[in-house]
């Protein structure tokens, strides 16, 4: 049977859906291409998943019975549920995005899973932005995550607990999963990573918010794809009591700070950074660092990729990708 990958056209969605393909899976992608970043890029990248294999559905996942529809109920038995409306600092000025995308459209995957014949297994994301200020480092499941600093991370927190609840009510197996500053080819533009690339090939300044003073687990895309896929095949089982349902960090497990990142980049372009420094903004947190303990013993997840691997392998891509921006 089918998976269903739904932001098939974003970043993650994009490679998870490569992944699936590549070991003989059929795919069924579903985006409704939001205009929050280029749709150009959205666009390619469903470009480059074309296969006889893959069906893609351009469908607002916060629309239910359109969804409901749209996909049998002896067509897919397992969704990876990467769809979101994501960004911190969006949801400032954006609120109601949020809760049409990740509330309506989270609530909407866990009706569509509960009304399949075989419902095998829920994966969906959520964020290390659910731990807010916690000032524990690293991060760990078992702390609070009570206590969100943005209203993107208090969606994503919902997410959870809804997924909760409804593997409580049905014996639903599910598994969420906090990124981590995710990167890589076909990356996000609105991520530091990707606008810093684009910033430093055409001379722009880059701003360091909290003047610089800022940490991010940094977690390459393959390294992620390899975790949502073990995640996946392991579905959980259902306890005594307990409801079959876990959350797990999936991180680099290395906080580094953000001058390390522009060198690491500087030396990838050979071009030289020109930085600006501006006071921390609201809905950030200093800090990020995952606790991968339960995913490593669970999974045997092992994130191979540090930053000084991965930057070049995203640089190279910005190359090939963005000729026009990078000159000669
Ligand atoms: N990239 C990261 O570092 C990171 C970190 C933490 C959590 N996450 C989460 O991981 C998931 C994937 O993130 P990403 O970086 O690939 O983001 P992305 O924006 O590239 O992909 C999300 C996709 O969802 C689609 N989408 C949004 N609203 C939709 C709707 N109503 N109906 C159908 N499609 C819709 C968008 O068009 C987009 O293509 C998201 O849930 C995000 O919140 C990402």
Known sequence: MAVLVTGAAGF???????????????????????????????????????????????????DPPIVLKAIG????????????????????????EYAHANLT?????????????TPRHLVYASSSSVYGGNRKLPFATSDSADHPVSLYAATK????????????LYQLPMTGLRFFTVYGPWGRPDM???????????????????HGDMMRDFTYV?????????????????GNDAPP??????????????????EVLERATGRKANIRYAPMQPGDVKETCADIDDIRHDLGFQP??????????????????HKDEVGT
């Open 222 to 238: 393959d390294d992620i794809v390899a975790g949502v896929i073990a995640a996946l095949d392991h579905p959980p089982a259902p």
């Open 73 to 96: 109920r002896d067509e897919i038995d397992r969704i990876v549920h990467l769809a979101a409306q994501p960004g911190v600092r969006y949801s400032i000025d954006h609120p109601f």
């Open 105 to 117: 459209g989270h609530l909407t995957m866990l009706e569509l899973f509960r009304h399949l014949a």
């Open 245 to 262: 349902c876990r959350l797990y960090n999936i991180g680099n497990n290395r906080a580094e700070p953000l001058p390390r990142l522009i």
């Open 12 to 62: 993650i969605g994009y490679h998870t859906a490569r992944r699936l393909l590549d070991r003989a899976e059929t795919v069924i992608g579903l985006d409704n291409l939001t205009p929050y970043y280029d749709v150009a890029l959205k666009r390619a990248r469903l470009a480059a998943l074309a296969h006889p294999r893959f069906r893609f559905l351009e469908l607002d996942l916060a």
């Open 192 to 210: 530091a990573v990707y606008s810093f690339t684009r910033d430093i090939y055409a001379g722009r300044p880059i701003t360091l918010f909290n």
């Open 304 to 321: 191979t990729t540090p930053l000084d691997i991965g930057i070049p392998r995203f640089v190279e891509w910005f190359k090939s990708f």
């Open 157 to 168: 927190k919902a997410d959870e607990l809804m997924s909760h609840a409804y593997a409580h």
